[in-house]
């Protein structure tokens, strides 16, 4: 038997991507509101063009997105048909505080999720929750500057705080922050910062991430004092880079890109910042403010697990301009020559998943989570709303035989694992509702027409058999 007799299989989604009723039950407005689909968004989301509000140029999928605020009822109902153990899912800071620097939490906001949680419970699905996925007040970015201010760690903890009370007894697994490593690559979609022309970009996001570091161990620290039952986990966008060729500094290039990503879970899981990037910060005159007590904090409050994202792995050679990038992706690598493509251009390697996660056992001695995977793709229903998706069970399938391989051949010890947006809901990457990845057809389009209707694809029976199994059986 490869897995645990109590691996957590499920699926994962994020608020902003799923919930829609973005200004109801006193709900205020966060950075992933305000992103656009269509051309402006990457430049909005990495923090060149400014979008602090609506406006009527623009269409803003997340207002409605799939309005699971009003049917989570329902589609927890289909979650727990397919046998899901756990379900991953990320509060809206904004529900909660809606400004985010309220003295007292948002009633309305708090008793949403306590009711979700419940419906999972009923199920038998435990909550797999992330406390911040991209989202951050607007109120907050307005006025502080979003993560670039030391401010917004009291702020994250007053709302730890509240959450660890409130929902002691009906969740124990938390992710700090999604993908952390974001910060970089769309740094306003993954914390709110937004750049001035005369700002030193990188002095900035890694200030910021100093922040997000420290709120992260402090928020390891609260919910270990208000439940020794809760598991706190650090989160990243994984995927091991391989060098292009044999050529020493190709190599060199790719170990240097891989720590670009581990420098956050070095800190978050090993508690100190690691040599190589301090000798980097300095190079780049990069200094970073730290208080008193900073580091003593992010020693002695590292994280329980380590879980991460993984679509893909990564190519890094000295010589980019020669080759083809891939598309699509906000983590730009070289084309792999040896690797297949989704149509969005992220390229397919279910081997680079049991690298990846043999990488981070290597390095960490944790247990691994793998809380995002899954593939992206153009659905085409029958009459009857039903999606044959072959291409996505074959997707997954490979990817659950290399975790496998991890587990049984490597001795991986894993946790659980959760598919991305198990039910169709709104990218991230492009604000497009055609990049599905889920079990669960929802009718709703790039415009936002669509009567929100779900329907089970013809994976949603393979992933039942996958968790009846336990694993086993992966055949289509
Ligand atoms: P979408 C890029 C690369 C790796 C992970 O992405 C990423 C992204 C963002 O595009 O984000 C994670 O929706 C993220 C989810 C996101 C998912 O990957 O662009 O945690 O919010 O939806 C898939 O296809």
Redesign the pocket.
Known sequence: MAFRKDFLWGGAT?AN?CEGGYNEGGRGLANVDVVPIGKDRFPIISGQMKMFDFDDKHFYPAKEAIDMYHRYKEDIALFGEMGFKTYRLSIAWTRIFPNGDEAEPNEEGLKFYEDLFKECHKYGIEPLVTIT??DCPMHLIKKYGAWRSRELVGFYENLCKVIFNRYKGLVKYWLTF??IN?ILH?PFMGAGLYFEEDDNKEQVKYQAAHHELVASAIATKIAHEVDPENKVGCML?AGSNYPYTPKPEDVWAGKQNDRENYFFIDVQSRGEYPAYALKEMERNGIEIKMEEGDKELLKAHTVDFISF?Y?SSRVATVDPELLEQTQG???ASVKNPYLEASE?GWQIDPLGLRITMNDLYDRYQKPLFIV?NGL?AVDTPDENGYVEDDYRIEYLAAHLQAMKDAVELDGVDLWGYTT??CIDLV????GEMK?RYGFIYVDRDNEGNGTLKRTKKKSFDWYKKVIASNGEDLSN
């Open positions: 994020a991507q996925h991209f999604n993908e974001m769309a966008a994202s679509y992706n906000i983590f969005w995002e992206g991305w947006g990218s991230a990457g492009t990049k």
